[in-house]
């Protein structure tokens, strides 16, 4: 097994200070006692239409692009460059560190590359400095404008929508995810943890991902196993006698919601592993 500086939440945000350098000093701030308000008439609220309008388009630009030129917002979409036409594809939702940004998160996790064609990644841009938490969070409609995008111009499949981030962008992953459990899949959460938000909000069940360090300077890896813990209460996983998965991870799939949680502590700070890309393709490659 493998493990990667410091964080303070706001009233609305998450803000992270500092990297992998050995800071130290952190500030809790308030827990969000509030539940996700979807906005109106989107994805978020609604779930994904019974027929993907995208399934039946052709000539959908592809390679790496640009989001605000596609008018979707900020951040950076990749689109395998052999699309099969009618073929849905899986999409991973990527958020940043907080005062990162999306290319420097996609040079990260690497993921694009991991999926080698197999799936849609957007990396995507906060609207502010750091991800929001907040009820009526500005992060959640950008995320709902790039899903009803990906909807109308590609076939992806719904039903294997996955959130992925990195410290402040992981606890936003978490929160936005076990908000709205019909619209994802699964999450994978790098140096995360769930305790700035309201945890009565997550009820469902949900495959789930944990990859962090432990040396991890700003979220102790005591905040990841209990996130890990409850995604397994949650799932009704069995605790007993998980398997290897992958080379960094351990697999618990004895889960009486038919869901899967994987966990990938490793002797690191708080970063993303060289490996985090290809453990999460494989997670997301095995969650049906």
Same mark, same amino acid.
């Given at each position: ?6 964080? $303070? ?14 800071? /130290? ?39 790496? *692009?640009?989001?605000?030129? *596609?008018?979707?917002?900020? &951040?950076?979409?990749? @689109? ?32 694009? &590359?991991?999926?080698? &064609? ?8 906060? /609207?502010?400095?750091? #991800? ?34 990195? /410290? ?35 009820? $469902?069940?949900?495959?789930?991902? @944990?990859i962090h360090g432990s040396f991890d ?8 196993? /209990? ?11 069995s605790v007993a006698n998980p398997t ?12 009486? $919601? ?13 970063? @993303?592993?060289? #490996? ?9 490659s095995e969650v049906r």
């Amino acid at each position: 097994m493998h493990l990667p500086a410091l964080l $303070s939440v706001g009233v609305l945000g998450i803000a992270a200070v500092g990297c992998s350098s050995g800071d /130290s000093g952190f500030d809790a701030g308030p827990v969000q006692h509030l539940c996700l308000l979807p906005p109106d008439g989107g994805i978020l609220a609604g779930g994904f239409p019974s027929a993907i309008p995208g399934c039946s388009q052709s000539g959908q630009p592809t390679g790496v *692009l640009d989001l605000k030129t *596609l008018g979707w917002g900020d &951040g950076v979409l990749v @689109v395998p460059e052999m699309l099969t036409p009618g073929a849905p594809l899986p999409v991973l939702l990527v958020f940043h560190g907080a005062g990162g940004n999306a290319e420097e998160t996609r040079a990260e996790f690497q993921l694009d &590359g991991a999926a080698d &064609g197999g799936a849609i990644v957007a990396y995507l841009q906060s /609207s502010a400095a750091t #991800w929001n938490i907040g009820q009526a969070t500005p992060d959640a409609r950008r995320v709902d404008v790039v899903l009803q995008h990906l909807t109308e111009s590609y076939c992806i499949d719904p039903h294997r929508v996955f959130g992925v981030g990195f /410290s402040a962008g992981a606890v936003f992953g978490l929160y936005l995810t076990c908000n709205v459990p019909a619209v994802f899949r699964g999450v994978a959460s790098v140096a995360g943890t769930d305790d700035r938000f309201d945890i009565s909000c997550c009820t $469902s069940p949900q495959s789930a991902i @944990v990859i962090h360090g432990s040396f991890d300077a700003a979220f102790a890896i005591t905040q990841a196993q /209990s996130v890990r813990n409850r995604y397994l209460g949650r799932d009704g996983c069995s605790v007993a006698n998980p398997t290897d998965a992958g080379a960094d991870c351990q697999e618990y799939a004895a889960c009486t $919601s038919g869901e899967r949680v994987d966990w990938c502590p490793w002797n690191g700070d708080h970063s @993303v592993p060289t #490996w985090a890309g290809e453990e999460i393709w494989r997670f997301v490659s095995e969650v049906r």
